[in-house]
């Protein structure tokens, strides 16, 4: 009889383990084709790249115009850390309408970046306690079901 109860409970913890042990996918950003780097060979005009690609993420401010793609899969697996892979970065050098050069980097070719620790701190932020946050939130929100 207890080594049954052992095995129940046995049963139980690695149910309950196991269940907390996701294993799924998601992608993110752009779902480039696996034959993009032949797709992009032919690519000369902005409204190609428009039609084979889409609009970029991200286009750049300053110096050379480049449009950014960026598609990755991002990998949860339980309770450990999320991880990224298939991560492709599409650069497109613009002038006008015209695509001057198209450079497609992969996981491989791509740094692995650290995050710092802490916090980047904001020039002019203003820090308030608990105290300070509850009383600065008084009404600020409207009753619910007025639909303000």
Known sequence: ????????????????????????TKHRG??????????????TTTAQLMDKIGAPQTKTLYGDEVWIYYGADENYRGPLP???????VLLAWVNGNTVKKIQILHDDELE?????????????????????????????????????
């Not at 752009?30 to 690519?43: G, M, N, R, W």
């Not at 999320?82 to 492709?88: A, C």
């Not at 904001?122 to 639909?147: C, D, T, V």
């Open 112 to 148: 692995d970046i650290k995050m710092a620790a802490g916090e980047t701190e904001i020039p002019a932020a203003i820090e308030l306690n608990a105290i300070e946050e509850l009383f600065n939130n008084i009404g600020r929100f409207s009753p619910a079901g007025l639909g303000q």
């Open 82 to 88: 999320h991880t990224f892979t298939d991560k492709t």
């Open 1 to 24: 009889m207890k080594k049954i109860i052992f095995i129940l409970i046995i049963f139980v913890l690695l149910a309950v383990v196991l269940s907390a042990c996701t294993f799924q």
């Open 30 to 43: 752009y779902v480039f084709p696996k034959t993009i780097d032949e797709d992009v060979a032919t690519i």
